[in-house]
């Protein structure tokens, strides 16, 4: 008899996982969802990708503000479920309710544990230069990300691959892993291992206010900051009072003045080296390569970016 569980997920990364469980005859008891946002100019509802996929599958899905109330502590005690299982829901999880389920509840975490707890594992792995990173399953307790870890596995981390790349990989990685830890825990085979708390680190939520590229650093670190944010919240640089995202850059050995254009092909120095542009987006327009930036937009060798 399959394991019933409540699903708790919100945007793309959470989708694989549910689908998954669904391809694996799991019960799914209700699925928990971030409520519908507006719009930046306010017309229009936008709900989450799990919503979308939930409505389209015919799923029960709730998407309450918080959960911090008797309303869904009842309801999700009511189902009687053997397990919950959250994939980037983005909210904190209460205390009663951790205790509503016969397994209590685990989480997809896109690092390797304990490296990188908090809300942007993956960014931040990129931006600091990672050389891997991983997936662990992981029991939720009431300290952020502080659980037990049922089941891990590593991905290599290349300097070429973007946020959205690797957030794709980890997703489908996530997904397997949970099937297998779901059903070590439905045979009694599962083993929780502590972590070591010591060795811990933090990955804050991306602030708006370091999104901005610091030339003075040097080409690597450029990059890992390029492809830790792309492609969201992006990358960027001034010129001429545009904003310009930079979504996708290789190194080159080309020196300059930090900021500096050196070529008319989107070549710009850094405190070591410099970067090319490959990938780049200006304000209200879709990404474009640097060769079809260029027909459009010229921006003479020798400026200075800011």
Known sequence: MS?????MGTPEFSVPALEALIKN???????????????????KINVSPIQKYSEKNNLPVRNPENLNNNE????????????????????????NILKTTKH????????????WRGAAPIQRAIMNGDKKIGVSIMKIEEKLDSGPVLASKELALDQNATYGEIQKKLSLIGSDLLIESLKNIENGKAKFIDQVHSDSTYAKKI???????????DANKVIAHIHGLSPNPGAWFEHETERFKVLRANKSAASGNPGTLLDENLTIACKSDSIQILEIQRQGKNKQTTKDFLLGKKISKGSILT
């Open 207 to 217: 602030d708006k206010n370091e999104t901005k590229i610091n030339w003075s650093l």
């Open 104 to 115: 209590g509840f685990i989480n997809i975490h896109a690092s390797l544990l304990p490296k």
């Open 25 to 43: 005859k799991f019960e799914i008891l209700s699925i928990y969802t971030q409520p519908p946002k507006k719009s930046k100019r306010g017309q």
């Open 72 to 95: 869904e502590y009842n309801f999700i005690k009511s189902l009687s479920a053997d397990i919950a299982v959250v994939v980037a829901y983005g909210k904190l999880i209460p205390k």
């Open 3 to 7: 394991l019933k569980i409540v699903f």
